[in-house]
């Protein structure tokens, strides 16, 4: 999203410069040719869609948000007593207050989200590094081509593949790490059998957020300055020295920016957390372990379709709450990129 | 036996978007009653039900069937589940809800609004056994040959957690000659809100006395073990580890082992047959009062020989008279609907292609009784 919204400003910047700089070429000095006319007439039908474009996304904008507080409005207003028999039902009685219902999805949320950026976020910026700095001219295509394919597989089929071929393969190694790591809590037995836990969630959308993340770093580091790189060689760094110090620091606020592109897909997950998790209601730090945690998104998908009134306001509450966690995530990766720019 | 795993599982998993079971196949051939461009003409439109998502085998066995009598009419089962089911006959967008569990209080007085001049009613027309399954291939106890003997105690132990490994010795002794394996029991059990769910622990509840702690309801009752949507979800899970135990409809657990619970002195495992007997001594449920209903009352402690108590009854819900129904189209269908539904050759279809246990001739009179109040004049 970040990186998005900055290319659309500099797009918006570049152009304005070239209507500045067009401005003069129609002043009256009789040289005005039917080329310019229509290259002017053209500029403005451009920046017109190009600005139609971006209040459109406002506006979408603004509307999610309405109809998120609208809908999720009723849950807060009228009997008490029945929003609290509603949260009971949607819980199964685990909760009765509003906040004791979100806090265990919250916390779910986030960790799973966070898990599978610790895992991939090594990794994918692994693979960029070896793409645009490593790997033979040919590979790199072949790679570059792989990963922006990985990008666009949906994130259902990744959920299948977890569930039918990673849930049943994995269910042995968790139990090996939970037999021999158990002592440190986080890695508590017994482990789930088959492993619809945590750990296997955070595995799979660690594997679905790779991509993107790869995508983006690989692109910012392709642009790393050739100059410095070539300095930095030139007064005897070895490669990774180069990369430490000429491409890197470059990068930085680029890498930030794709981990958030990563953490907000993760964040917002629902298919592939709805088949491999089994879902609990708590606020276990317990990896390994069965029906301890769900997340807000695979939370509404499960609840809705038996749900009343009530109870389909609460849950468009609950959305409210993670469309303001991610908004929160992006704010943050902001000012981190910013200060990093800076 | 990985690939057959596999292969099951992505069955089941298919079959969690659309439900169509091996009931689609075969429904047209039924001998058609009318003869060629024969049947009922009278009868006519779109008629639509939505409910329970139990029924819907013997939903689509029903419309076939109706259909050869009826084939001027167009019907159509959304398996929305039960609550939205019955919300959507309560807004009158339905002519009929499938529903695992009979209407409350509060939902018999709200259909008022829908039924001119009375209340809605629930009739049972579908009966399942549910099984009490579990995955122990490796040990070779899977199959519809094997049976662990369990007491309804052993059960409500086991689901509520103070059973935890197969080599307990209340499961050896009640087991004798076979070897149970040193395995970790991981309890599967519905995240959703389930008919089966309740059905399950209404049973644990009459049945297992003091070792069944928790009240009845739709949501399951305790944290333990894993949870899964949908029976689909819940098979899925069972297969794809050793030593789980679950339950679910005895129709979809045939590759997995199942319970033989006590019942009487006899060990009984499940089947529709035995379901079908514990059905003919149901009696109806007293609390049931309005007109109509029929709300049937399980004797989950039966002592019969060869009775299998833990099942799962699915109802229809209807009105006698429909408001916004000039022509009588809506009763009519209802009528004629709700008489195939429950009539022997209904219950024989639903039983051929859902393996649900067939209602007794005592049951489908208390039904007929109902059904024949619906107003068409």
Redesign the interface.
Known sequence: MADVDQAMKEAAMAKEAGAGRRTPDRDPAGQAQGGTHSGARADRIFRFCARGAGILILLALAAVTLFLILKAFPAFIGDGGQRSKAIE?LS??RASGFWQYVGPLVFGTVLIAGLALLMAFPVAVGIALFISHYAPARLSTALSYVVDLLAAIPSVVYG?WG???L??HI?GFWGWVARHLGWIPLFAG?A?????SVATVALVLAVMILPIITSVTRDIFLQAPRLQQEAALALGATKWEMIRLAVLPFGRSGIISASMLGLGRALGETMAV??IL?????YALRLLR??TSQTIAANIA??F??A?STGVALLVATGLVLFIITFLVNYMARRITTKAGA | MHSHVFGRSLALFLSMGLVVGPAACGDNTLPSKGGVGGGDQSLSGEFAGSGASSQQSANEAWIAGFRQDHPQTRISYDPSGSGAGVNAFLNGSTIWAGSDAPLSKSQVKQSEAICQGGTAFDLPVYATPIAVAYNLGDAGLNGPDHHLKMEPSTIARIFSGRITNWNDPELARLNPGVTLPDLHITVVHRSDKSGTTKSFVSYLHDAAGSAWPYPVGENWPNDLGQSAKGTAGVVMTMTQAQGTIGYADAAQTTSLGSVAVRVGTKWTPPSAKAAARVLESARRDPEAREPRRVVLDIDHTTGQPGAYPVMLVSYDVACSVYRHDQDRSRARFAKAWLTYVVSAEGQRQAAANAGSAELSEAVRAMVMASVETIEVD
């Open positions: 039902s199964g009685g299948l569930a039918l071929v849930v049943p269910t017994p789930a059998a088959p492993a619809r709805l088949m089994s879902p609990g209601f708590s069965p029906s499960s609840q379709p038996e009343d």
